[in-house]
């Protein structure tokens, strides 16, 4: 097992606010990593920089063997072209806290187009996909809906689908169970860890769900301004975490996981 995700000395700030400080991290190919703690603590930014929606201020990020933020050019590293961002986006997809689907495009529509624009796919070809992952995702019968027509609920396990249909490499899931009315969780968690059983695709999800973290990872780090605090499997950072912050993080969920 090779790593496919590795941040060397990262650091990342907005304004004032530092949000990740010289931070290391190496996620290997595969595996399922779940990131908590505090609001603010750099899991997002993490996401973001991987799916290069934010640059860093420091560091190198490398992902499956190249340089995510920079290029070598003459045995020098550069800052990466659009070009190059580009082509390493090509095997990372993200789902959002908000679902990000197309209004005017039907369920099917909104996972067919993403494959025939950018993944060059035949439309015929595309459209037997989005069956099969909308019937993975337990939505079949919902094609020719529209997604005003479905729940919060349905429209999330449409995007994890759309995701799904580009085959990436990475995935990455940012509190996608956030904006969703609670009785609506538990569908796009099962879903969630059926993909992890199933899949040998690596994936980050930033989550407060403790039980799904839990449940969902081979590894979970607990984050704290900025920095990895602790990080382990997942019996022992929830049922023996050897940090003092994250047992207070953790303090109101024992009992509940």
């Known amino acids: 097992m090779n790593k496919i995700i590795e941040f060397q000395g990262v650091s990342k700030s907005f304004g004032d606010l530092q949000v990740l400080e010289n931070l290391n991290l190496h ?28 640059p860093i201020d420091s560091g190198i990020v490398m992902v499956d063997g190249d340089y995510l933020w920079h290029q070598k050019t003459d045995n020098k590293l550069e800052p ?14 993200m789902v959002f806290q908000q679902f990000n689907l197309f209004p005017h495009l ?12 950018i993944k060059k796919s035949n439309k015929n ?25 479905l729940s919060g609920g349905q429209q999330q396990r449409v995007a994890i689908a759309r995701a799904l249909a580009m085959d990436p490499k990475i995935m990455l899931f940012d509190e996608v169970t956030s904006a969703l009315d609670p009785e609506l969780v538990d569908e796009v968690l099962t879903v969630l860890h059926q993909l992890a059983e199933s899949t040998d695709t690596t994936m980050l999800t930033v989550t407060h769900e403790m039980n799904f973290a839990r449940d969902f990872a081979d590894r979970v780090l ?6 990895i605090v602790e990080s382990g499997p997942p019996d022992m950072i929830f049922t023996n975490p050897k940090e ?10 024992i009992g509940k996981i």
């Open 27 to 54: 996620v290997m190919s595969g595996e399922k990593l779940a990131l908590i703690g505090p609001s603010g603590s750099g899991k997002t930014t993490i996401l973001r920089i991987l799916m290069t929606l934010e």
């Open 106 to 117: 039907t369920v099917v529509d909104n996972i067919v187009q993403p494959q025939v624009l």
């Open 80 to 93: 990466a072209s659009e070009k190059h961002l580009h082509k390493m986006r090509q095997n990372i997809c």
């Open 244 to 253: 003092a912050r994250t047992r207070d993080f953790l303090k109101n969920f």
């Open 222 to 227: 607990f984050f704290d301004k900025g920095k």
């Open 125 to 149: 070809d595309a459209l037997n996909k989005a069956e099969e992952l909308l019937a993975l995702v337990g939505l079949e019968g919902k094609e020719s809906q529209y997604p005003h027509q």
